[in-house]
């Protein structure tokens, strides 16, 4: 039986721009959308309309000073937010239904419309920090959306998995003292937004809880398949999450014009797996992933592709696969899972 797996697909999302030549372009969801919309696929896929999250909602992460800026861009034709981050006149509009697509997803999940969920939204979220935006990111949708899920749903325990090119600072920022929320990232190092080193492992009663994997240049389909199972799989099991979200940066693609990593769609399938793996051990498979980065227009929608079939179950990477991926890893992703294994030992057993 193929799972039940929901897509937050919406044109409205096409509208914001952040400027002309910008990466993160409008292109990029079309392309998606363009294959996605291909009659023998749309028909395997549950459409959720999204709707916009309330400035309550986007208080939970964000100062209300920064909510109503952002509000007051509003018609506005650009202003810059940060030099990489831009607003259109739409873009306060479509970065609350980014929030709020995300919110749908979750909501999926919880009531059992969907087993499991992508939304695939605009502007991404994860760099954007409490009263600034940076990064392309205005709102930060997965942190937004773990704390919807812990308070609407009175949800003790939330894994945040990070696989995006670059460290989701915001999001660390947001849990860095709450055990509420583990978050573990990979991404490339050093490199922007330069956070994200191996010392940083939360503070106060979040210590411990903040697991990060800086990578040099170069990982691969294997060596991130061996990270994720090494570090990321025991750690998550022991912590036993309630739901478990994805902040999903396609910009780890080996093309990709922005990053120097070689994963392909084949290993975001065997990653998504893993994560699936565990919130099937942990949460009953609830499992929503929400689009951050990715900059290759078609490699961000062979590798979303990818992901939402092993999502459904149309592709299952079997356990005797991963376990032949991790093989092929070499001797700088051992190093990796050396370091982090040693900084994380007082916390988890990995
Ligand atoms: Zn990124």
Known sequence: MPKK???????????????????????????VHAILDKPAI???????????????????????????????????DCVYLDPDTATSPESYEIAKLAVGGLLTAIDAVMQKKVD???????????????????????????????????????????????????????????????????????????????????????????????????LSTGADDAAFVKIFR?????????????????????????????????????GFAALTRIMLDIAESCCEGRFVVVLEGGYHVMGLAESIKAVLEEMRGDTVCAEERLAAMEKEAGAVADNVIKQVTAKIKPYWNA
Request: glycine fraction near 8%; charged fraction near 20%.
């Open 42 to 76: 749309a028909q395997k896929f549950i459409q959720l309309a999204p709707r916009e999250a309330t400035h309550k909602e986007i208080e939970m992460i964000h100062a209300p000073s920064y909510v109503e800026y952002i509000a007051s861009t509003a018609g506005k």
């Open 5 to 31: 797996t929901g897509i937050v697909k919406d044109q409205r999302y096409l509208q914001h721009s952040a400027g002309a030549y910008h990466p993160e372009s409008p292109e990029r969801l079309a392309a």
């Open 230 to 266: 090494k570090i990321l799989k025991p750690a998550a099991l022991q912590y036993k999450p309630d739901f478990v979200l994805l902040s999903a940066g396609f910009d780890t693609y080996f093309q990709d014009p922005l990053g120097g990593m070689r994963v392909t769609p084949k």
């Open 116 to 214: 499991n969920a992508f939304a695939l939204v605009r502007p991404p979220g994860h760099h954007a920090e409490y009263d600034r935006a940076a990064g392309f990111c205005i709102f930060n949708n997965v942190a937004i959306g773990a704390l919807h899920a812990i308070k609407k749903y009175n949800l003790k325990k939330i894994l945040i998995v990070d696989w995006d090119l670059h460290h989701g600072n915001g999001t660390q920022h947001s849990f860095e003292d709450d055990p509420r929320v583990l978050y573990f990232s990979t991404h490339q190092y050093p490199y922007y937004p330069g956070t994200g080193s191996l010392q940083e492992i939360g503070r106060g009663k979040g210590e411990g809880y903040t697991i990060n994997v800086p």
